[in-house]
């Protein structure tokens, strides 16, 4: 959404801070692959919802690839509809559903958190064609520009804790 990210504030005197009004949406789904961490998008200026995922899904076995494929996803009402339960089946992908309150197991969470702190903290946007297009220029540089600082931010490296005895 166009609004205000701010990076870092803190000083003695009153500061005013410029933000953009009005609420237009700049909505990204998208699908990384956890190995060659290429990116397949769908966007929108609306919401993304059901119909939304069955692109996504359509975008994704149109790729053409040999092997299984395991899309994992939140768990959003939009995601877990038999509309898009049904698409994945059709097209033989896997749907992997993480449990709730974990987004930290999902590479997809770390990529949209860098291109929110490369594009939009501490930014203001006069409009929104500048906004979206700031996005947009980002996220197709994911395996050019961006790649090394991607690569090491999308390992399938997770921090895990051992079982504790107050967990049984």
Same mark, same amino acid.
């Given at each position: 959404? *166009?609004? !205000?990210?701010?990076?870092?504030?803190?000083?003695?005197?009153?500061?005013?801070?410029? !933000?953009?009004?009005?609420?237009?949406?700049?909505?990204?789904?998208?699908? /990384?692959? !956890?190995?060659?961490?290429?990116?397949?998008?769908?966007?929108?200026? #609306?919401?993304?919802? #059901?119909?939304?995922?069955?692109?996504?899904?359509? =975008?994704?076995?149109? *790729?053409?690839?040999?092997?299984?494929?395991? /899309?994992?996803?939140?768990?959003?009402?939009?995601?877990?509809?038999?509309?898009?339960?049904?698409?994945? +089946?059709?097209?033989?992908?896997?749907?992997?559903?993480?449990?709730?309150?974990?987004?930290? /197991?999902?590479?997809?969470?770390?990529?949209?958190?860098?291109? =929110? =702190?490369?594009? /939009?903290? #501490?930014?203001?946007?006069?409009?929104?064609?500048?906004?979206?297009?700031?996005?947009?220029?980002?996220?197709?540089?994911?395996?050019?520009?961006? +790649?090394? !600082?991607?690569?090491?931010? *999308?390992?399938?490296?997770?921090?895990?804790?051992?079982?504790?005895?107050?967990?049984?």
């Amino acid at each position: 959404m *166009l609004g !205000a990210y701010l990076g870092f504030v803190w000083c003695f005197a009153r500061r005013f801070i410029r !933000a953009p009004s009005g609420r237009q949406r700049f909505n990204v789904l998208g699908a /990384l692959n !956890a190995i060659t961490h290429e990116l397949i998008t769908v966007t929108n200026e #609306s919401y993304i919802n #059901s119909v939304s995922v069955g692109e996504l899904l359509e =975008k994704i076995a149109a *790729l053409g690839i040999q092997t299984p494929i395991t /899309l994992i996803m939140d768990n959003a009402r939009y995601q877990r509809c038999r509309y898009v339960l049904d698409i994945a +089946k059709s097209l033989n992908i896997e749907i992997l559903f993480l449990p709730s309150y974990f987004p930290n /197991l999902n590479l997809i969470e770390r990529l949209w958190k860098f291109v =929110k =702190k490369e594009c /939009l903290y #501490s930014t203001y946007y006069e409009n929104f064609q500048p906004f979206k297009q700031t996005i947009t220029n980002c996220l197709s540089e994911t395996s050019g520009k961006h +790649k090394s !600082a991607l690569d090491t931010l *999308l390992t399938l490296s997770f921090q895990t804790f051992p079982t504790s005895i107050y967990d049984h």
